[in-house]
């Protein structure tokens, strides 16, 4: 936004105009469309089951609506853009123009996400719908691919991926990043003082269903097996939007906190004994896990939570995957503050050199540039 004239066109949840408040700072226009359905409920239910017989993904059914699609033509009309970048393959979906240069940017690869919850899932119906949807999504997101003029991808697993199905389209990879500024570690160091009732914080959006598996299974698979060795060990889970799944779990689990939305995430890491990502299902690199690093606070996550970051296991965190290792793992950071204390040290550094945003986003404007100079030496009416 400070180089160029952002507009941002987005799908959002009904009611949701106050999720926009400080966007104009940043961009020329901002407008919101409706999803179809939102949330969890019995809504959004009936459209998975509405979808259930169409070749298209409830995904993109969700948000390639035509009022969205009424938008986007609305503003292509007025308005002259160098460059149209889609954020997720559902959103490929809409009939995009052929005289724009255009780059999708994909957080995960969504039908190998898909695939992962089908895997995952302890809910019969769940496994069954996410394994049809995955069908779906293979075949649009794949034939996306090959549509557009560049994709970004946040690591090099899955940009590799890409290069295999359509070789012809540009890629670049640009790591999630964190505000090392806004995310500091606390004054006193990782490890020199301990809450007689240590917290164990897993944070992330509890409306997304990796998030509400991991939770489950950190409170039901892990937390009794940390108990044996620390019986007084708490667990918080920070996010917002949580299914009253967890809210029940958390009522009829001594120890256990399920926040909702918080203001500011950064008390909940600060006072972390230990930070989590016992994330089972999921794709593209976490965030929650680099935040924490920045903060300078020991983290335990799985291989699947770490995949995709260029972190260093045993030195910068701990990886584990099975519950008695996980538990093991935790139990260990909770039992040696000086462990504590230089994988916090390490993680830290290892995010200062690697995931602040000017080492994240060095190579993306000279990516975007390129694109808008290949269209243009192609002439307006060239194919992509």
């Known amino acids: 936004a400070q180089r160029n004239s952002v507009?941002?066109?987005?799908a959002a949840d009904p009611g949701a105009e106050s999720g926009t408040a400080g966007l104009e700072e940043f961009c020329a226009e901002v407008r919101l469309v409706p999803k179809r359905?939102?949330?969890?409920?019995?809504?959004?239910?009936?459209?998975?089951?509405?979808?259930l017989a169409s070749p298209r993904s409830f995904q993109r059914w969700q948000v390639c609506t035509p009022a969205f699609q009424q938008a986007l033509d609305q503003w292509l009309r007025a308005d002259r853009f160098d460059m149209i970048i889609v954020d997720g393959a559902h959103l490929a979906g809409?009939?995009?123009?052929?005289?724009?240069?255009?780059?999708?940017?994909?957080?995960?690869?969504?039908?190998?996400?898909?695939?992962?919850?089908?895997?995952?899932?302890?809910?019969?119906?769940?496994?069954?719908?996410?394994?049809?949807?995955?069908l779906k999504c293979f075949r649009e997101e794949t034939s996306s691919w090959k549509r557009f003029d560049?994709?970004?991808?946040?690591?090099?697993?899955?940009?590799?991926?890409?290069?295999?199905?359509?070789?012809?389209?540009?890629?670049?990879?640009?790591g999630n990043g964190v505000?090392?500024?806004y995310f500091q570690p606390h004054p006193i160091a990782v490890g020199e003082v301990r809450l007689p009732d240590p917290k164990i914080v897993f944070t992330g959006r509890m409306d997304y269903r990796p998030n509400v598996d991991a939770a489950h299974h950190l409170v039901e698979d892990v937390l009794p097996l940390v108990r044996l060795d620390h019986p007084t060990a708490q667990v918080w889970v920070v996010g917002m939007n949580p299914p009253t799944e967890l809210t029940r779990m958390a009522a009829r689990t001594a120890g256990v906190t399920v926040t909702g939305a918080v203001d500011d995430?950064?008390?909940?890491?600060?006072?972390?004994?230990?930070?989590?990502?016992?994330?089972?299902?999921?794709?593209?690199?976490?965030?929650?896990?680099?935040?924490a690093m920045a903060m300078g606070q020991a983290v335990v996550s799985t291989h699947l939570g770490c995949e995709g970051l260029d972190v260093r296991p045993d030195q910068?965190?701990?990886?584990?995957?099975?519950?008695?290792?996980q538990a093991a793992a935790i139990a260990q950071v909770l039992s040696d503050?000086?462990?504590?204390?230089?994988?916090?040290?390490?993680?830290?550094?290892?995010?200062?050199?690697?995931?602040?945003?000017?080492?994240?986003?060095?190579?993306?404007?000279?990516?975007?540039?390129?694109i808008v100079q290949r269209h243009r030496e192609r002439g307006p009416n060239s194919p992509s």
């Open 179 to 181: 505000d090392i500024e």
């Open 37 to 51: 359905v939102s949330g969890q409920g019995m809504r959004r239910r009936l459209g998975q089951l509405a979808t």
């Open 337 to 370: 503050p000086e462990l504590a204390s230089a994988l916090g040290r390490s993680g830290r550094a290892r995010v200062v050199e690697l995931y602040g945003w000017d080492a994240v986003t060095a190579g993306l404007d000279d990516f975007v540039l390129s």
């Open 265 to 291: 995430v950064r008390p909940y890491l600060r006072e972390a004994a230990v930070v989590v990502a016992p994330l089972r299902m999921g794709g593209g690199t976490r965030l929650k896990i680099l935040e």
């Open 94 to 134: 809409l009939r995009l123009p052929s005289g724009v240069p255009l780059v999708l940017d994909e957080h995960n690869i969504e039908y190998e996400l898909l695939a992962r919850h089908g895997a995952g899932e302890r809910s019969v119906a769940r496994r069954w719908f996410n394994q049809l949807e995955h």
């Open 150 to 174: 560049g994709c970004l991808f946040t690591s090099d697993r899955e940009a590799k991926v890409m290069v295999g199905v359509a070789p012809q389209t540009k890629v670049v990879v640009v």
């Open 7 to 10: 507009s941002l066109l987005t």
């Open 316 to 325: 910068d965190l701990l990886v584990a995957d099975s519950p008695a290792e």
